[in-house]
């Protein structure tokens, strides 16, 4: 009889944790980037969610050629929460290219492969698709940076593209760069029609605390140009705790977040009231004090409250999140909160709000 339960209880076990698993899910698995300069390097960033119920890890990323560079997230991802893998291609030759990466998880299948494809040429006329924002007579590549799941004392780096379309000699600058962020232009001058990069390099030890710092710089289009939101480019960066020494047996017995719910809708409530709010329940079913480090908003509609910071094993709380509907239009930045905790498997959790 013993016998006959010791092997449903491992049925019911191995049951529970096909169940419980992560789940590789990419924005696209073939990145074009169309035309492309001759020794002029890009990126590509392929967004990933964790489409499954646990963590998921991205233990490597290997290219298929030495002139692919790739940077990705390497902290775990939660169910629902997303990371990302930035491929950066140095054309060796001109001609049609298709490459890949090879992506090994903690998933099934435990390796995926990413792909993306384009033409390298001699020189680009068109630029609206290569630097699709226009700010007055320069084109550039992307008008926001972001540094995600950065730790202390790392330094990534993000690359902006830049055409200059006007018919003068063009010097890109950054105007407001905070002390946190390292600015390199090459050339430092651009003439009619010529490419150039903005690198910004992220000094995290100038980082003020764990969670996300949010800030503009503003692109001059020309000497003694003007701030405004025609040449503003958002910047944000998330600090994360670095939990790289601990060992697997503190990791075995630490604490462990648990979510009743990882989006909030309020919409159907909000078309009819002025005022919503939806309650989440946190529980820690870890075996370690569960802290809140950090808990986040960004908008003037949002408002949250926590009953409780620190959570004892087993024990839970309640966060409630309230949207005021007549102040969603106030700023361009979606509805979101964030929240950095002592879990390592879940250091960071981002709740979107509908």
Known sequence: MKRIFFTLYLLVAVAFAALSQPRFTS?????????????????????????????????????????????????????????????????????????????????????????????????????????????????????????????????????IGVVNLSDR???????????????????????KGEKGVISLVLNSEKLADLGLTQTSV????????????????????????????????????????SLSAKEVNLSPVLAKKAKAHQDIIITNTGHAPLQIRKLQIFHPAVGVSLKKKVLQPGESTRLRVTVLKKNIGKTRRHLRLLMITNDPMQPKIEIDIL
């Open 169 to 191: 000699p063009y010097e890109p600058v950054l105007m407001h760069l905070p002390s946190f962020l390292e600015m390199e232009v090459k050339p430092n001058v651009l003439q």
């Open 27 to 159: 924005n696209t698995e073939m990145y074009s980037f169309g035309q492309i300069e001759w020794k002029r390097p890009v990126t590509a960033q392929f967004v990933i969610t964790n489409t499954g119920d646990s963590p998921l890890v991205l233990t490597e990323v290997e290219p298929d050629c030495a002139c692919t560079v790739v940077q990705w997230t390497k902290t775990p991802i939660a169910p629902g929460a997303k990371g990302t893998v930035n491929v950066t291609f140095d054309a060796e030759a001109l001609g049609r290219f298709q490459k890949s990466v090879a992506i090994h998880i903690n998933a099934e299948p435990h390796l995926v492969y990413l792909h993306f494809n384009g033409e390298v040429v001699r020189e680009i006329k068109d630029f609206t698709k290569t630097h699709p924002y226009q700010v007055g007579q320069i084109r550039i590549d992307k008008n926001s940076i972001d540094f995600p799941d950065v730790q202390r004392g790392e330094k990534p780096v993000v690359h």
């Open 218 to 257: 503003y692109l001059a289009r020309f000497s003694g140009d003007k701030v405004g939101e025609e040449n503003e480019i958002q910047v944000s960066a998330i600090l994360l705790p670095d939990f790289s020494d601990m060992t697997e047996a503190e990791k075995a017995n630490a604490p462990a977040i």
